[in-house]
Antibody, heavy 117, light 113 residues
Framework: QVQLVESGGGVVQPGRSLRLSCAAS????????MHWIRQAPGKGLEWVAV???????KYYADSVRGRFTISRDISKNTYLQLSSLTAEDTAIYYC???????????WGQGTLVTVSS | DVVMTQSPLSLPVTLGQPASISCRSS???????????LNWFQQRPGQSPRRLIY???NRDSGVPDRFSGSGSDTDFTLKISRVEAEDVGVYYC??????????FGQGTKLEIK
């Protein structure tokens, strides 16, 4: 069955960096684009970034462009490198699969990033 | 950017009664390929979001048939024919027709009256 498992979250100081990982299983990873979506405490969902199935295309929300970098490898992992973090980046970060029928047919359980001094 | 506007933001419903959530987009969601990439997600308390509906009206596998989606162009609706206790949570619409960015509605919190 399809599984997405995020890791790498934690407490980080403002201005520092963190790398999140999303491990995929149960499907042919190289056929699917992958998203990162976040949710600040008590708030709604905010799309962060997407990477195409082959890694050739990477797109970002304005709020993170230039600070976050999405990437993927052939070992079925999707990454999100977070840099120059601020308190506004505090959120649960979810990875989600992009299906040809639409976006977000499978989601991971999320990983919490807390930016605090 | 496409702005997605949901209403109501809070929806108290009696068990067994119907519920309806509206989602409006700031521009037509018809994609160049002819499809309309409008999704509905459910987020139960303490859980990850789960997709219920894709391309306006297609139910995902395992989604009860009491959930239905309809609409076109800029105006979309999620309906629950008879609300059950397990339906409590927040519902989001999301557009994937004009990106980046993909955009979500603010969320509608469904609770039992």
């Amino acid at each position: 069955q399809v599984q997405l498992v995020e890791s790498g979250g934690g407490v980080v100081q403002p201005g520092r960096s963190l790398r999140l990982s999303c491990a995929a299983s149960g499907f042919t990873f190289s056929n699917y684009a992958m998203h990162w979506i976040r949710q600040a405490p008590g708030k709604g969902l905010e799309w962060v970034a997407v990477i195409t199935h082959d890694g050739s295309g990477k797109y970002y929300a304005d709020s993170v462009r230039g600070r976050f970098t999405i990437s993927r490898d052939i070992s079925k992992n999707t990454y999100l490198q977070l840099s120059s973090l601020t308190a506004e980046d505090t959120a649960i970060y979810y990875c989600a699969r992009d299906d040809p029928s639409g976006q977000g047919d499978y989601w991971g359980q999320g990983t919490l990033v807390t930016v605090s001094s | 950017d496409v702005v997605m506007t949901q209403s109501p933001l809070s929806l108290p419903v009696t068990l067994g009664q119907p519920a309806s959530i509206s989602c409006r987009s700031s521009q037509s969601l018809v994609h160049g390929d002819g499809n309309t990439y409008l999704n509905w997600f459910q987020q139960r308390p303490g859980q990850s979001p789960r997709r219920l509906i894709y391309k306006i009206s297609n139910r995902d596998s395992g989604v009860p048939d009491r959930f239905s989606g309809s609409g076109s162009d800029t105006d979309f609706t999620l309906k629950i024919s008879r609300v059950e206790a397990e339906d409590v949570g927040v519902y989001y619409c999301m557009q994937g027709s004009h990106w980046p960015p993909y955009t979500f509605g603010q969320g509608t919190k469904l609770e039992i009256k």
